[in-house]
């Protein structure tokens, strides 16, 4: 997914002049001679300029605005794509209840099954990865994960 | 000297070790075979595992990992014209034409014989070099620190990457990255946008995996999903002739593995820089440069000696200063930093033996690599056909988990997912991600030594450059970003048709990926 430099450079300028903005605000309580605002200071002028450096050489460059690739044309490769985001966002809201087994066969599932996986191979392999994993980091290296639903069932 | 390196010794040779340097190994193997897999996402899906065990096994097992990892993206480069890893992407050409000639095993042999040679080589240098550097480190105080860090920094982003503006504004994020949190010398919370967990900082190993293993999902969601059919292997013997090689080009084995400890050794460039270097300047030194490219073994003995090469290079700066040479040193300092291990010259002097423990690791792991590096090609058929749907979200899975691992928290998967769609967006877009990895792990290191320096000179500037190896270092520095500056700036003004060449393009990364 390209974007132009230009507008790249253009949303880093704003990003370096936000970053200038908050670090004024940072007060020194200490007798330290640079305070805690020092260092974001330089870093947002440095940001400002070289962003800026880059929005100007690249005003001209015969570049499209935006590119996206083979991917947006299809609504199942869309699908695909956005389901990495998304299937974590709803992982991560979602783990504690549901817990870590549930909930991370039902993301390897949609996930299997929406690149072309078959959907009974596609749910057999989720459980049996999702246990190995499982198995790996709770009893192999102590890792508490939630257990949710199988609450009744832990082991 | 000899103590330590007894006490080395017993450190390495335990059972649990040995068996996590296998494991580890292992893993490089096959994850380092697949392509769209590579060698930083092995480590970085294998550290929250080392986050349980103690220092040495861990730095142990990032060692073999890495050097297995980087051997292993050549065989799909010799099978199926597709490198397993970036750094593998220099000879790619010459190593499939070879097999289509019939000659894989050669093309294999080779790859396998001198990446052990160059990775030797540069475990030589660094176990020679590092410890007089390190001696000469110890007159260093925070002002010599925090110039050294900058000027790695520096070097990493305009030379590492061979873009420097990309570089530098790549830099200039993860920096900031850095200053997120309560870990700064005033205390006080900066960019916490009143979130509690950021408070301690973003967590530096769900960064690392969003880096390297989320933005790699990423990039095989949105890209071609093509599998290539792996050809029936039908190898001959892989280590017939490679003595006869040797013999015949001595002079790409020691150009390449020379050249790859070096670009080892500067900062932020790493495995696959040092495979086009040495495999241009074989071409340039070789008596029958038009042969490159069909299939001729000359490019694949430099530069596969170089990419290892390159590996044991990166841990002289990482071990001497802290400042890592690649991507690999970086996470591994990183891990070091996580345990209590901050690495520089004080290890030397205080803990030898963990040092002298590397060195050994690096040893073990370079001639663990022939047989185990055999046995991966013989199953290379097996592990290339692996259907990537299937994968790529198990991949997933265990990225979420690592993150998870770290600090027991959720919220450390979603900076991971932050972390790996920035990382795809920036690669989209040309910017190396390597600076902004070492801005992460390095700008506590310069805000702690600027902090410490102000407070010993009573805020006077030119305490920065009193000192005589501090004002060397600040001129290499400022001398460094006049030359990218200067050069920017005559090729904005004078006009001239920009062009980039084939290598320029194709070199296109920073550290190995």
């Avoid at chain 1, 039902?106 to 959907?119: H, K, N």
């Avoid at chain 1, 749910?123 to 639903?149: C, E, M, N, R, T």
């Avoid at chain 2, 070099?129 to 050294?148: T, Y």
């Avoid at chain 2, 039908?234 to 013999?247: D, K, T």
Wanted: with cysteine; hydrophobic share 55%; glycine share 10%.
């Amino acid at each position: 997914m390209k974007i132009h430099d230009s507008l790249f450079g253009g949303l880093l300028l704003l990003v370096g002049i936000a970053m200038w903005l908050a670090s004024d605000n940072l007060p020194n309580p200490t007798m330290q001679p640079y305070g805690p605002g020092f260092f974001p200071k330089i870093l947002a002028v440095l940001l400002v300029v070289t962003s800026a450096v880059l929005v100007v050489k690249s005003i001209g460059a015969a570049q499209p605005l935006f590119t996206l690739d083979q991917w947006a044309r299809s609504p199942r490769s869309v699908l695909r794509v956005l389901l990495v985001p998304i299937g974590i966002i709803l992982f991560v809201m979602f783990v504690g209840p549901v817990g870590f087994i549930p909930g991370s066969v039902a993301l390897l599932f949609a996930m299997f099954v929406v690149d072309d996986v078959r959907p009974l191979p596609a749910l057999g392999i989720a459980i049996a990865v999702v246990l190995i994993v499982h198995s790996i980091f709770y009893l192999g290296l102590s890792v508490q994960l939630p257990w949710g639903l199988l609450q009744p069932v832990r082991w | 000297m000899f103590d330590a390196y007894l006490q080395a010794v017993a450190l390495i040779f335990q059972p649990s070790v040995l068996m996590t340097i296998l494991i580890a190994s292992v893993f490089g193997l096959v994850v380092g075979c697949i392509p769209g897999l590579t060698a930083t996402m092995a480590i970085a899906l294998f550290v929250p595992m080392t986050f349980y065990m103690d220092p040495i096994p861990a730095v142990g097992a990032i060692v073999a990992l890495s050097a297995m990892a980087i051997f292993a993206g050549d065989i799909p480069g010799c099978l199926l014209r597709i490198p397993g890893t970036p750094a593998s992407a220099a000879y790619v050409d010459d190593a499939y034409e070879m097999s289509r000639k019939g000659q894989a095993e050669m093309a294999l042999g080779i790859c396998l014989v001198f990446s052990v040679i160059g990775g030797l080589f540069g475990t030589a240098v660094m176990m020679l070099a590092a410890p007089a550097i390190a001696e000469f480190a110890l007159s260093f105080g925070s002002v010599e620190f925090f110039w050294m860090a900058v000027l790695g920094l520096i070097a990493a982003a305009f030379i590492g990457t061979g873009r420097p503006l990309k570089g530098a504004i790549s830099l200039v994020i993860g920096l900031s990255i850095s200053l997120i949190g309560m870990n700064n010398p005033t205390g006080l919370p900066r960019f916490t946008f009143g979130v509690p967990d950021l408070l301690s900082g973003v967590s530096l190993i769900p960064v690392m995996v969003g880096m390297f293993a989320v933005s790699e999902v990423l990039r095989y969601m949105t890209g071609s999903q093509r599998q290539a059919a792996v050809p029936k292997l039908n190898l001959g013997p892989i280590f017939a002739g490679m003595w006869r090689l040797a013999v015949k080009y001595p002079g790409h084995v020691i150009r390449g593995s020379v050249l790859g400890t070096v670009i080892g050794i500067q900062p932020g460039s790493g495995a696959d820089m040092a495979a086009w270097m040495a495999y241009a300047t074989a071409k340039k030194t070789s008596k029958e440069p038009e042969k490159f490219g069909t299939g001729h073994p000359e490019g694949l003995i430099a530069a596969g000696a170089a990419n290892n090469a390159s590996l044991a290079g990166a841990w002289i700066p990482a071990l001497v200063f802290g400042i890592p040479g690649d991507s690999v040193t970086a996470i591994a300092i990183g891990v070091l930093m996580m345990k209590g291990m901050d690495p520089g010259p004080a290890i030397f002097l205080n803990a030898p033996q963990n040092i002298y423990a590397v060195f050994l690791v690096f040893v073990l792991a370079n001639l663990l690599m022939l047989p185990l590096g055999w046995a991966m090609i013989k199953a290379s058929t097996r592990v290339l056909s692996i259907p990537k749907n299937v994968l790529m979200p198990i991949i997933l899975l265990m990225a979420i988990v690592g993150a998870y691992a770290a600090n027991n928290t959720f919220f450390d998967v979603t900076i991971m997912l932050v972390a790996g769609v920035i990382a795809f967006l920036m690669e989209e877009n040309g910017f190396p991600i390597a600076p902004a990895l070492l801005g992460i792990i390095l700008g506590p290191m310069i805000e702690d030594n600027f902090v410490n320096s102000m407070i010993k000179s009573d805020g006077n500037l030119i305490g920065l450059i009193d000192r005589p190896i501090a004002a060397v270092l600040a001129t290499i520095t400022v001398a460094i970003i006049a030359w990218f500056v200067l050069g920017g700036l005559r090729s904005a003004l004078l006009p001239r048709k920009t062009q980039t060449t084939n290598e320029d393009s194709r070199a296109s990364n920073h550290g190995i990926r």
